[in-house]
């Protein structure tokens, strides 16, 4: 599959569990992004990592954790969350980290449920 | 750092009509100003882009303007069609982008 990729598609967990969201980008880019989505914030970035080092950190809570492997893989991992973090999480990558260039192309996303 | 405010939140128009959406931004050093398109249930998906070095850029219905004076750039769709129907969202980037909060256009047949 061409382009920006996430897995699962849907994901319903309890406050208790602990899962990963996964990203997979095929367009050679050198920077990925996190992205959460919900109807009080529609585009809220999380975390930016530009050759697999961390850039951004949003102030976002520690119970989200990002990991970088490689400049084609993007994982978000969670523990402990709260109903108020159920959202669409979007993975997103670009050529270039900032300015010109900056170009996103995002994943379709990964609705989450936490109950 | 940026802050992008996006105005109108939701727009309805009556088909062949054009649209018009708005934003300014605060941070005079952002040279890059992208547009992006989200059906409902899907991705979002740049539609359009303009730099800083350039007042107006146009593709088929579609046209952005900036003005960097005012710190404003808006987005232009003419002859509107259902399928135009969609989520809108501005950014403005120097090193990461800062998305306004979305435009709902529903365009009526």
């Known amino acids: 599959e061409t382009g920006v990729t996430q897995t699962p598609r849907h994901l319903v967990m309890g406050m208790t569990n602990k899962k990963s969201l996964k990203c997979e980008q095929h367009?050679?880019?050198?920077?990925m992004y996190w992205y959460k989505q919900s109807a009080k914030k529609p585009l809220e970035l999380m975390f930016v990592?530009?050759?697999?080092?961390?850039?951004e950190n949003n102030s976002v809570p520690s119970r989200f954790s990002p990991e970088c492997p490689n400049s084609s893989h993007l994982f978000l991992h969670l523990h402990t969350l709260q109903p108020e973090d159920s959202a669409l999480y979007l993975c997103a990558s670009s050529r270039l980290a900032g300015g010109f260039g900056n170009e996103q192309f995002f994943g379709p996303g990964t609705r989450l449920t936490v109950l | 750092g940026e802050n992008v405010e996006q105005h109108p939140s939701t727009l309805s128009v009556q088909e062949g009509d054009s649209a018009v959406i708005k934003c300014t931004y605060s941070?005079?050093?952002?040279?890059?100003f992208p547009w992006y398109k989200q059906e409902l249930g899907k991705r979002p998906q740049l539609i359009i882009d303009i730099r800083s070095n350039v007042g107006e850029k146009k593709d088929q219905r579609i046209a952005v303007t900036l003005n960097k004076t005012a710190k404003h750039f808006s987005l232009h769709i003419t002859e509107t069609q259902p399928e135009d129907s969609a989520v809108y969202f501005c950014?403005?980037?120097?090193?990461?982008?800062?998305f306004g909060k979305g435009t709902k256009l529903t365009v009526n047949p």
């Open positions: 941070d005079s050093a952002s040279n890059y």
């Open positions: 367009l050679g880019h050198n920077a």
């Open positions: 950014a403005a980037s120097i090193e990461k982008l800062v």
């Open positions: 990592y530009s050759l697999e080092e961390r850039v």
